[in-house]
């Protein structure tokens, strides 16, 4: 790991967002911050920026010493697929550009575990192998994943400049308070879901929820994001996000076999039998490079979630 962090320059693109506030908030006693976003922060110097507005982005960045960024239409949105491809990778094309451009050499890029391509609407079948490590072949069945792999082509080719650190994260299902509700109820509602999913025409219809059922809190990812900035890890790296659990009940490679229909050519028998529900992402590559652990297992974190709710 890198030496203790000064307190540096750094640009949040995004950082007005739901999981941009949290790592604002975590990044804020050691860092000075920029907040690159369209909507307000609430700050009283606070002027919004577009990052697809090249003039405005590029004088933002003056004088950053590494970015975070996030600025990206998000899955949960109503859009197109042309919207997502374009303002997701554009986006990226213009903060990995004009920030190198403006002297910066660190990048820590919010990226997604759909670039693996497993979503209610696709056809590849079950994980190759359990759990999914970094190493997992992208295979993106959607425009936001495609623009998200995307993403992470831009941000490798940046890295291949020399003197740059690019660090991907790949956050799986964050869960945000206002889906729990949703998650505790997946149990129940899981016939009806599949009830309503023919096989032969599943892109009509997206299930709302992750379809391997992995999840993680977003305070751990923005301590993630933290770990990242610390490191400064040289050249390119990519790094799955995610809870050590899932957010159900199954043990996880029953779940992955009813699920699918069929069963992962390799299973590390080892790793689920010290945790049934283990979650269907290795995130143990971001402990041994960043030190980061999640903070939260799902029976804790719904627990803790509830007690505030009930405050």
């Not at 920026?49 to 109503?78: K, P, T, Y």
Request: charged letters at 25%; a negative charge.
């Amino acid at each position: 790991m890198g030496s203790p962090m000064k307190r540096t320059q750094v640009a949040i693109t995004g950082g007005a967002g739901r999981l941009g506030r949290h790592i604002a908030d975590k990044l804020s006693d050691s860092c000075d911050l920029t907040i690159i976003d369209k909507q307000s922060s609430g700050g009283s110097d606070d002027v919004p920026i577009d990052v697809l507005d090249r003039g405005m982005l590029s004088n933002a960045l003056v004088g950053q010493d590494a970015i975070i960024h996030l600025a990206a239409i998000d899955a949960s949105v109503d859009a197109s697929d042309h919207a997502f491809y374009e303002t997701n990778t554009m986006a990226a094309w213009n903060v990995l550009e004009l920030g190198y451009s403006a002297g910066i050499r660190q990048f820590v890029i919010c990226s997604s575990s759909s670039v693996y391509g497993f979503s209610q609407s696709s056809r590849l079948g079950a994980p190759q192998s359990l759990p999914i490590t970094e190493a997992q072949r992208c295979q993106p069945s959607t425009a936001y994943g495609l623009s998200k792999q995307v993403t992470e082509l831009i941000a490798e080719a940046f890295s291949r400049k020399g003197d740059v650190s690019v660090t991907v994260l790949r956050p799986c299902f964050v869960a945000f308070d206002n889906l729990l509700e949703q998650m505790t109820s997946e149990h129940q509602e899981r016939d009806i879901l599949l009830q309503r999913v023919d096989r032969r025409h599943s892109s009509e219809w997206v299930e709302p929820l992750p379809i391997l059922r992995s999840w993680v809190d977003p305070e751990s990812v923005a301590e993630c994001f933290l770990c990242a900035l610390k490191a400064e890890l040289p050249g390119f790296h990519t790094f799955n996000v995610s809870s050590d659990d899932t957010f159900i009940a199954d043990d996880t490679v029953t779940y992955i076999k009813t699920t699918f229909g069929d069963s992962p050519s390799e299973i590390d028998e080892a790793f689920y039998a010290r945790q049934s529900r283990a979650s269907v992402f290795d995130n143990r590559l971001a402990f041994e490079l960043l030190g980061w652990r999640p903070r939260n297992d799902w029976p804790t974190y719904l627990k803790s979630r509830r007690a505030m709710a009930a405050v």
